[in-house]
C-alpha cells in the first residue's frame, strides 16, 4: 500500500478499510475484465502466424480472465479457439468437432493426424506444432 493511500485510510477500522478499498478497484477489475474479454474475441490467428505462439496468447487471456475471478470451462476455450484458427485448419476443426467432442481438453491437439495433413501450404512450418501445444500449453488445465 502506498503511503498515501495508508495515510487517507488511516482512520478506518479494519472492515470500513476492506469496504473502501473495494469499491476503490472494483472499477477497475471491472474494466480489467471488459477489456480481457475484448481482446480475447478479438485475437484472431493470421496466416503467416505460428499456431503455438497464437494459442499461448489465447491461453494468457483464459489464465487472466481467471485471476479476475472469471475462469471459462475447458470446453468452451476449446471451441473459441478453434472457432478463431484461420482457414487452414478447417479440416481439422471438422475433424475435431466429430472425433473429439466430450474428451478433455488435454487431448485438444493429440488427436489429430499429423499437423501437415491439415496444413496444404506450409506443411514444414507447422509440423509438429500443434501435438506441442498439446504437452505445453495445455498441462495446466484439468
Not at 503511503?3 to 479494519?14: G, M, R, S, V
Not at 472499477?27 to 481482446?39: I, R
Not at 481438453?105 to 488427436?111: A, D
Amino acid at each position: 500500500m502506498t503511503p498515501e493511500l495508508q495515510k487517507n485510510l488511516e482512520h478506518f477500522d479494519a472492515y470500513d478499510m476492506l469496504m473502501e478499498l473495494n469499491t476503490m478497484f472494483a472499477q477497475q477489475a471491472k474494466q480489467d475484465l471488459f477489456k480481457t474479454m475484448h481482446a480475447f474475441h478479438a485475437c484472431k490467428h493470421e496466416e503467416d502466424q505460428s499456431v503455438s505462439t497464437y494459442v499461448l496468447k489465447m491461453k494468457g487471456y483464459l489464465d487472466r480472465l481467471e485471476r479476475l475471478g472469471h475462469p471459462m470451462s475447458s470446453g468452451l476455450a476449446v471451441s473459441m479457439i478453434l472457432t478463431s484458427l484461420n482457414k487452414d485448419f478447417a479440416r481439422f476443426r471438422h475433424n475435431y468437432n466429430i472425433q473429439c467432442i466430450g474428451n478433455p481438453t488435454k487431448s485438444l491437439f493429440r488427436e489429430i493426424d499429423p499437423p501437415h495433413a491439415y496444413m496444404h501450404e506450409r506443411p514444414a512450418q507447422s509440423q509438429g506444432v500443434l501435438v506441442l501445444l498439446a504437452e505445453q500449453t495445455w498441462s495446466s488445465i484439468p
